[in-house]
């Protein structure tokens, strides 16, 4: 049988993003809601919504309608919200690519997200021009000035009125994120004014403590950076502070500098305050949260981070696929249970599946985790075929990631399905054997794949970065030590850093290509 949240459902209104965002704003005005880090630059509440409108009104005023595209190219940085408040008041969808993408990934995505208009940045004008071209981009706007490039100052220094649209929230784009899903090539992710509206009243009743200052590292190009983080914080009236790419000294340096209260991370993030002597250079006294997401965090590693800064450290669990919150940690009550990522959130139900059967998994079992609420996407753009492949019928979203319930009905996730390593028929979890790597002291990071072996049909292989000298040998021992024979590590790879992607996850398929050096076949 299918399992709710614990919590009663929270109203969902009929009202598109920006309405909610914006609402009750007068007493807020002249309150600052997003700073840039680096030169202080500060935008109010008020001047948000205003340069918001005033965007808007400059697309209508060139030819921009209703559901066409706006994509970002650009780092974080307070405009960047401006120009997605904007796009959605036209009545358009924003899609937003990542700054490290090459001029074919981000030729594939303006192509196929048939996006009209660019906005970027001087310094990534170069590679954009190419690609802008070959997608058919109409327009490139710039957040600064540029030879050939509209600038954003033109956008919104003219008339304030945004054009006049009809937009059904439970039906209309609002935002196309692209994912991989739990397959294959990135596909356009279409996010409905209700699916987020939903979300950020979901969220709510788990996270919300006030405003704060929140500092904003996450790349605002991804679901966590794009919805937890600007649009939570701007819901709740917070400061939040920008940075365009993380350094550990300045991301320190800017949390002594402006006294933030809570920020959002993923792991080696966390693992990197856990072991970098440079913590120990700053004052970190005012935070009072992290909050971990987009990969598991492990136990051990968030209770020596909470003891180290002394701030609570707490996890969440969501997909792009889902706006994305499907559960976390409440920060109000005495319960935490670090290794979990908490309940589910109000108005979510879920399904633990199995994974050879197809059918719901046994109690106590792990299984596939499948999850419903209004929070789930409207399907892949353009990909009927993916859209079916995961959303299942009566609405079940497929998350691709194996689960575990507790009796408190807290979720653990245990690893993702496709990632699972199949060793003479027994599921080994990398995850796990991540985690545990990860307590040698003399293990800054790892991972683990698995990889072809004719006799179990395949083995777990471990890229490791190492502090100091250690051999591969001591290595499989110390794993071996811990594990079940089945699960020890057969090979060891040393790497100066593991491949990972600007929200942490680790980027297995890379790892898969490699052809480098690695230890002989441990049996």
């Not at 993030?269 to 949260?289: A, C, F, M, R």
Request: proline share 8%.
């Amino acid at each position: 049988m299918p399992f709710r949240s614990p919590y009663p459902d929270v109203s969902v209104p009929n009202i598109t993003l920006p309405e909610l965002l914006f609402r009750d704003l007068e007493e807020h005005r002249e309150k600052p809601a997003l700073i840039d880090a680096a030169s202080g630059r500060t935008l109010t509440y008020g001047a948000l919504h205003l340069s918001s409108q005033r965007f808007a009104a400059a697309l209508a005023r060139r030819g921009f309608a209703k559901g066409d595209r706006l994509a970002i190219l650009a780092p974080n940085l307070p405009e960047y919200a401006v120009a997605v408040q904007g796009t959605m008041l036209a009545g358009g969808i924003v899609t937003t690519l990542n700054p490290l993408y090459t001029e074919t990934e981000i030729e594939h995505q303006l192509h196929d997200s048939g996006a009209r208009f660019l906005v970027t940045v001087p310094p990534l004008l170069d590679k954009a021009r190419s690609p802008a071209a070959h997608a058919n981009i109409e327009r490139i706007v710039c957040f600064g000035q540029a030879q050939d490039c509209e600038s954003y100052d033109d956008y919104i220094a003219g008339q304030s009125d945004p054009p006049h649209v009809t937009i059904d929230p439970a039906q209309d784009v609002a935002a196309m994120l692209y994912s991989s899903g739990t397959t294959g090539l990135p596909k356009g992710v279409m996010l409905t004014h209700r699916n987020l509206v939903a979300a950020l009243l979901q969220s709510e009743s788990l996270f919300s403590s006030g405003p704060a200052r929140s500092l904003l590292i996450l790349p605002m190009f991804h679901i966590f950076g794009f919805h937890v983080i600007t649009h939570f914080d701007v819901l709740h009236r917070g400061t939040i502070v920008t940075m365009p790419r993380f350094d550990m000294e300045h991301f320190l340096q800017t949390i002594e500098r402006f006294r933030i209260q809570r920020v959002c991370l993923v792991p080696p993030i966390v693992l990197g305050l856990v072991k970098s002597p440079l913590v120990d250079n700053y004052d970190l006294s005012s935070l009072e949260l992290i909050f971990s997401g987009a990969a598991p965090l492990d136990t051990g590693l968030a209770a020596a981070c909470e003891k180290r800064l002394g701030c609570a450290v707490r996890q969440g669990y969501g997909l792009t696929e889902t706006s994305p919150p499907v559960c976390g940690h409440p920060l109000r009550g005495d319960v935490v249970r670090h290794g979990s990522v908490g309940p589910l959130c109000p108005n979510t139900e879920a399904m633990l599946m199995n994974l050879s059967t197809g059918e719901e998994a046994a109690p106590g079992e792990d299984g596939e985790l499948w999850v419903r609420g209004p929070q789930v996407m409207k399907g892949y753009y353009n990909n009927p075929a993916a859209t079916r492949d995961t959303i299942q019928p009566g609405g079940w979203l497929r998350t691709g990631d194996i689960a575990r319930l507790d009796d408190l009905g807290w979720l653990s996730i245990v690893d993702r399905a496709k990632e699972l390593i199949k060793y003479k028929g027994l599921q080994v979890a990398p995850a796990e054997l991540e985690a545990l790597l990860l307590t040698h002291p003399l293990i800054a990071d790892a991972a683990v794949i698995g990889i072809p072996d004719e006799e179990a049909g395949e083995v777990p292989k471990a890229f490791v970065v190492l502090r100091e000298e250690l051999s591969p040998d001591a290595i499989i021992q110390f794993v071996a030590e811990r594990v079940a024979p089945y699960k020890k590590i057969r090979r060891i790879e040393i790497l100066d850093q593991i491949p990972k992607s600007p929200s942490g996850k680790i980027l297995r398929r890379v790892l898969k290509a490699r052809t480098g050096q690695d230890s002989p076949h441990h049996p």
